[in-house]
C-alpha cells in the first residue's frame, strides 16, 4: 500500500473520530499525536476553536530527559501533561487518539493522564 493512500486512510479514520469527540469549554478534547520521534498533546476547546493547553517531547524541560515516541515517553509526557491541565483547571477532557488504535503507546498515554487526574 502506498504512502498517499494510507495517509488518507488515517484522515478518514481522523474524520470518523472527530464526528464523535467534541470538545468544550466545559470538557475540552485532549489530543494526541505520535510521531516517529516526539508525541504532542494539547486540549482543545472547539467550540471557540483554541488550544487551551499544548505540551510536546520538544519542551525544553522535557528534551532534557530525553523523552522517545514509545511506551516510556508517552507515560512521562502524560504525567507532565496532567499537571498542566490541572494548573490551567481543566479537571475533564475527552480523548481524541487521532486516528491511531487504542493500545500501546496511546493506551499506556491515556492511562498515564486518568491516573494524573485527569478524567475521561
Same mark, same amino acid.
Given at each position: ?78 504525567? *507532565? /501533561? =496532567?499537571?498542566? &491541565?490541572?494548573?490551567? @483547571? $481543566? +479537571?475533564?477532557?475527552v ?12 493506551? *499506556? /498515554? =491515556?492511562?498515564a &493522564?486518568?491516573?494524573g @487526574? $485527569? +478524567?475521561?
Amino acid at each position: 500500500m502506498n504512502t498517499v493512500r494510507k495517509a488518507q486512510l488515517l484522515q478518514k479514520r481522523r474524520w470518523r473520530i472527530r464526528k464523535k469527540v467534541n470538545g468544550t469549554a466545559a470538557r475540552p478534547r485532549l489530543s494526541v499525536k505520535f510521531s516517529a520521534k516526539h508525541i504532542y498533546a494539547q486540549a482543545v476547546n472547539d467550540d471557540a476553536g483554541t488550544t487551551l493547553v499544548f505540551l510536546s517531547s520538544l519542551d525544553p524541560e522535557l528534551r532534557k530527559q530525553k523523552l522517545h515516541a514509545n511506551l516510556d515517553g508517552a507515560r512521562k509526557l502524560a504525567v *507532565a /501533561f =496532567a499537571a498542566k &491541565a490541572k494548573a490551567a @483547571g $481543566l +479537571a475533564s477532557v475527552v480523548f481524541d487518539r487521532s486516528g491511531a488504535r487504542y493500545h500501546g503507546k496511546v493506551k *499506556a /498515554f =491515556a492511562e498515564a &493522564a486518568r491516573e494524573g @487526574g $485527569l +478524567a475521561f
